[in-house]
T-cell receptor, first 118, second 115 residues
Framework: AQKITQTQPGMFVQEKEAVTLDCTYD???????LFWYKQPSSGEMIFLIY??????QNATEGRYSLNFQKARKSANLVISASQLGDSAMYFC???????????????FGQGTILTVHP | DAGVIQSPRHEVTEMGQEVTLRCKLI?????LFWYRQTMMRGLELLIY????????DSGMPEDRFSAKMPNASFSTLKIQPSEPRDSAVYFC?????????????FGSGTQLSVL
C-alpha cells in the first residue's frame, strides 16, 4: 500500500524568505513518481513539480525545488523567495507504476496550509 | 487547449435525490480519476479508469455511488440516493497515460451540498 505523510498542518513564512514543506512516503514499488500540487483558496488543483524515483537530480521548476532523499523516503518541497500569492494548501502525492489495483493511481497526503506574511 | 471540464460547478440538492456529476477529459488522455475532498478526510480517491475500464473502485463509499465512462472522453459519477454526508467537493482528473511519471490534470471541481 502507498502512504503519503505531511506532518505540518500549517506553516508560516515571511515574504521573500524560503520555506520547506515536508513530505515522507511509503511504498514497496521500485518505480514511482512524486508530485506536489498547490490548492489556493479558489479551490483548483495546480501542478507544481514532479520527481521520478530514478531521477538522480533534484527537480526544479522556477522558485520550486524538490529535495528528494530516496533512502529516507522524503520529498520535501522548497519554495524560494516566497510571495503573498504562495499562500495556499500544498499537497504531496505519489503515483506508483505497479501491477494490480495500485497501478498508476495518485495518492495524496493530508496537505499543509502555507501562509505568507508581508 | 481546453482542460478537464466538470459540471456543474455547484450542486445543492435534498437528501434522497439523485445527483449526477459530469466530467470531460482532455482530448487524448486515457486515465481518469474521481476524487472527493472534505475537511475531515482530505482528498480521497473514489475510482480510477484506464482506457474506459474501471481499474480500482475500492474507494467508492458504498453502493449508492456509481461511475461510468460511456466513451473515451466523458465520465459520470452518480449518487443515488444522496445523503448529507456526501457533501464535499468532487474532482475529476485525467492523465495522458497510466504511467507513474504522468501528472494529473484536475477539473475545477463540483461543490456538492446535500441538505
Amino acid at each position: 500500500a502507498q502512504k503519503i505523510t505531511q506532518t505540518q498542518p500549517g506553516m508560516f513564512v515571511q515574504e521573500k524568505e524560503a520555506v520547506t514543506l515536508d513530505c515522507t512516503y511509503d511504498t514497496s514499488d521500485q518505480s514511482y513518481g512524486l508530485f506536489w500540487y498547490k490548492q489556493p483558496s479558489s479551490g483548483e488543483m495546480i501542478f507544481l513539480i514532479y520527481q521520478g524515483s530514478y531521477d538522480e537530480q533534484n527537480a526544479t521548476e522556477g522558485r520550486y525545488s524538490l529535495n528528494f532523499q530516496k533512502a529516507r523516503k522524503s520529498a520535501n518541497l522548497v519554495i524560494s523567495a516566497s510571495q503573498l500569492g504562495d499562500s495556499a494548501m500544498y499537497f504531496c502525492a505519489m503515483r506508483a507504476n505497479a501491477g494490480g489495483t495500485s497501478y498508476g493511481k495518485l495518492t495524496f497526503g493530508q496537505g499543509t496550509i502555507l501562509t505568507v506574511h508581508p | 487547449d481546453a482542460g478537464v471540464i466538470q459540471s456543474p460547478r455547484h450542486e445543492v440538492t435534498e437528501m434522497g435525490q439523485e445527483v449526477t456529476l459530469r466530467c470531460k477529459l482532455i482530448s487524448g488522455h486515457n486515465s481518469l480519476f474521481w476524487y472527493r475532498q472534505t475537511m475531515m478526510r482530505g482528498l480521497e480517491l473514489l475510482i480510477y479508469f484506464n482506457n474506459n475500464v474501471p481499474i480500482d473502485d475500492s474507494g467508492m463509499p458504498e453502493d449508492r455511488f456509481s461511475a461510468k465512462m460511456p466513451n473515451a472522453s466523458f465520465s459520470t459519477l452518480k449518487i443515488q440516493p444522496s445523503e448529507p454526508r456526501d457533501s464535499a467537493v468532487y474532482f475529476c482528473a485525467s492523465s495522458l497515460t497510466a504511467g507513474s511519471n504522468e501528472k494529473l490534470f484536475f477539473g475545477s471541481g463540483t461543490q456538492l451540498s446535500v441538505l
